[in-house]
């Protein structure tokens, strides 16, 4: 089924602590929103609208850099306005179908919005939403229980909610002024809309206080996975005085030829890292004919890898380097090229190995024809 999303980010947080909006700041290594706009466009959305404050543009510049099909538009002085915002900025007509999302539930799962999309096949309008399996009490005086009300037939709502962009506008217009309803399915019902109701996923709770956060980082951690790439480069010796390797300069009786700066390590390991995601290999991003990379520093290819793990939610665990050689000797730059290494991919010193060895004197490296590197990259991926 075709459907557009309006993720709700124009909030500001202020009983989730500080550190800023809690839309923008970092859930398992990237911010709250991005979750949900990467889920929206994975589960095939034609277009995302983010709805922000004002003052938030360069934020969520940041926060979504990299993703496609979504655009931001601003919010109002409520809830109710902002969602109203962003309905009027999607491109689609009366039966388009919408969901309308809250940034601050950001564990939003492809299987989620699939079950929402399959009841809004026959159904006008659906939501998300958990039974209630907890007993209720109602507070009285001096927080005493006056009663134990029944949860038969209760559920907790969730988002997204999904309905035909035209009557959920036309819901809105019919929503009594001075009134704020808490989510779209009041504002369907109270225009006598039928809503469907969805089993949710417990894992889509909101972010609300500053405990939540932490109980989002350990649900966000079992939905990830680790990926291994390997990556293997080589490059003769010709004329000249100095190397490069790892990031390093080394001086040498010969230089090494290639079309870059021909870094044998970081050519390696960036390939490693687009092993790991599947993005093919470097000459895919920088081919050797293009003019643009002769002589090109290697640790612009290393960070494009590093900034695609990025763009998918991911993060680099750590690498292994070995380079093989007869000369230069690598350990006395073993340790700069380990923090070299470690600067670039933003990693601790500890995640980040290099090592060294020869070939006794056997094939191309053992004749000091030239050199090679091998590389392991470990990537951790949103499932």
């Not at 564990?107 to 399959?118: P, S």
């Not at 989510?183 to 500053?210: F, H, I, N, Q, S």
């Not at 993005?279 to 920088?286: A, K, L, P, Q, T």
């Amino acid at each position: 089924m075709r459907f557009e999303a309006v993720v709700v980010a124009a909030g500001s947080g202020t009983r989730a602590g500080p550190g800023g909006a809690k839309q923008w700041r970092a859930v398992a290594g990237k911010p709250a929103v991005r979750w949900s706009v990467e889920a929206f466009l994975a589960a095939g959305a034609d277009e995302v609208v983010v709805v922000i404050a004002q003052d938030a543009a360069d934020l969520a510049a940041d926060a979504l850099a990299g993703l496609p099909r979504w655009r931001a538009v601003a919010g109002g002085e409520t809830r109710s306005q902002s969602v109203r915002n962003g309905l009027a900025a999607l491109a689609g007509d009366d039966e388009t179908v919408v969901l309308i999302h809250d940034a601050a539930r950001p564990l939003l799962t492809g299987e989620a919005i699939g079950r929402l999309l399959a009841a809004l096949e026959s159904a006008p309008a659906a939501i998300l939403a958990l039974p209630l399996a907890d007993t209720l009490k109602r507070e009285g005086p001096g927080q005493a229980i006056v009663e134990t009300p029944s949860r038969a037939g209760l559920w907790r709502a969730q988002t997204p909610q999904g309905f035909r962009l035209g009557a959920l506008n036309a819901a809105f217009a019919a929503w009594p002024q001075g009134e704020e309803p808490t989510d779209e399915a009041m504002v369907v019902e109270r225009a006598g809309g039928a809503v469907t109701l969805v089993p949710g996923d417990p894992a889509l709770a909101k972010l609300t206080y500053v405990e939540d956060f932490a109980m989002a980082e350990l649900l966000a951690g079992a939905a990830r996975v680790t990926r291994i790439g390997q990556g293997y480069d080589a490059h003769r010796f010709g004329p000249g005085d100095r190397v490069i390797l790892c990031g390093v300069e080394i001086a040498h009786s010969h230089a090494l030829v290639g079309h870059s700066d021909a870094d044998a390590g970081l050519h390696a390991l960036t390939d490693a890292i687009l092993g790991a995601i599947g993005e093919g290999d470097i000459g895919d991003h920088f081919p050797p004919t293009d003019p643009r990379w002769k002589g090109a520093s290697s640790d612009r290819f290393l960070t494009h890898a590093v900034e695609l793990v990025a763009a998918r939610g991911g993060r680099v665990i750590n690498v292994d380097v070995t380079l093989i050689c007869e000369a230069p000797k690598i350990k006395p730059h073993r340790q700069a090229m380990r923090e070299r290494l470690a600067e670039i991919l933003g990693l601790d010193l500890a995640a980040v190995s290099v090592k060294a060895t020869t070939t006794e004197g056997m094939g191309f490296t053992g004749r000091a024809e030239g050199l090679a590197a091998q590389a392991v990259a470990a990537v951790e991926l949103p499932a």
